[in-house]
């Protein structure tokens, strides 16, 4: 069974920087999609960053060259390093594992940046 748990999440000023883990249990395929979401207050949950088979990543535009995902199938961990974080960027961060047509979640976890 595939379980994700999210960690790393915490508060940070404006500008400063974070980086989330995301635990994956019974591994990582090569052939999964990885990813990265964000769900605001009072807002749906939006992808802010994807990892496919071959590390071809994508970002939503409001994060590109302050984000960045990686995968490291060995340990079955994601990453999210966050860097000049803005208030705009608080929200509860969400991973998610996509194999063979069955979406998995994490429990979540926030970020809040104070301005």
């Known amino acids: 069974q595939v379980q994700l748990v999210e960690s790393g999440g915490g508060l940070v000023q404006a500008g400063g920087s974070l980086r989330l883990s995301c635990a994956v249990s019974?591994?990582?395929?090569?052939?999964?999609?990885m990813g990265w979401y964000r769900q605001a207050p009072g807002k749906q949950r939006d992808v802010v960053a994807t990892?496919?088979?071959?590390?071809?990543?994508n970002y939503a535009d409001s994060v590109k060259g302050r984000f960045a995902i990686s995968r490291d199938n060995a340990k079955n961990t994601v990453y999210l390093q966050m860097i000049s974080l803005e208030a705009e960027d608080t929200g509860v961060y969400y991973c998610?594992?996509?194999?063979?047509?069955?979406?998995?979640w994490g429990q979540g976890t926030q970020v809040t940046v104070s301005s």
């Open positions: 990892i496919i088979r071959g590390g071809s990543t």
């Open positions: 998610n594992l996509a194999r063979w047509g069955v979406s998995y």
């Open positions: 019974g591994g990582i395929l090569n052939s999964d999609q």
